[in-house]
């Protein structure tokens, strides 16, 4: 059964390819300030797909290096090479699918294995009303956040300084519209935005992670996002 993140991967990667093509043609017209354009957009699809396969397979780097050396050996070896040359591609090219199978079992066994992340142990505290709130402090110069808070049966995200992100450029009125589009709506006296869902825990935790990935890696520019994010528990 396919996951919200197969589903998210999946459109990035349609997106990456349509992005692709169009660069290539926009190349093939001669329209090179146009295809630099592109070819900035589909830097940012590119590395956000690196970002979501890396957390459906924290492996996913070793594999790709590894898929890759693969294929550069196979295309060395459909030339003409020398006897000794061929005989060394060989060994290299087993020694790579030795390595990348073994990487594949793991991940196979890592599969199987229940998996914890921060947010599921903060959620979980929530859920079981040992904390008030969940603050995810999106970048700390701007102070975006989107904050979880939890009343019965119903989970209240609150995204904030929204002002500030805007002032500082790095979020505009698109990026909003994107958020409403999953459910958001502005509150009346400020710019933030919430959103309420209501379900059993498991439904509320998957809820959740959904959209938070979606503010993440599908919302949010990369420029929203530092490097001293973090989370903070509300008592």
């Given amino acids: 059964m396919e996951s919200k993140l197969d589903f998210i991967l999946a459109a990035l990667e349609s997106e990456e390819k349509a992005i692709k093509a169009s660069i290539d043609e926009f190349l093939e017209e001669g329209d090179y300030e146009f295809a630099f354009l592109q070819s900035k957009g589909l830097s940012d699809i590119s590395h956000q797909i690196y970002l979501l396969k890396r957390i459906e397979d924290p492996l996913f780097k070793q594999k790709q290096f590894l898929q890759t050396r693969i294929q ?6 459909s030339k003409q090479v020398p006897a000794h040359l061929k005989e060394y591609l060989l060994n290299e090219l087993q020694a790579a699918e030795r390595e990348l199978e073994i990487f594949e079992m793991r991940q196979k066994e890592d599969f199987l294995k229940p998996k914890e992340t921060v947010l599921d142990n903060c959620l979980q505290l929530l859920f079981l009303k040992k904390i008030k709130a969940v603050d995810i402090i999106f970048s700390k110069k701007t102070n975006l956040c989107s904050k979880l808070t939890l009343r019965g049966k119903t989970l209240s995200i609150r995204i904030s300084s929204l002002k500030n992100a805007l002032q500082e450029g790095c979020l505009d009125n698109y990026h909003i519209k994107m958020a409403e589009k999953l459910g958001f709506s502005r509150l009346s006296r400020s710019l933030d935005l919430k959103l309420k ?7 509320l935790m998957r809820k959740s992670k959904f959209i938070l990935a979606r503010l993440t890696f599908d919302i949010f520019p990369g420029g929203c996002i530092d490097s001293e994010s973090f989370i903070k528990l509300t008592q």
């Fill in 72 to 77: 550069n050996i196979e295309k060395a070896l």
């Fill in 197 to 203: 869902l209501q379900g059993e825990q498991d439904d």
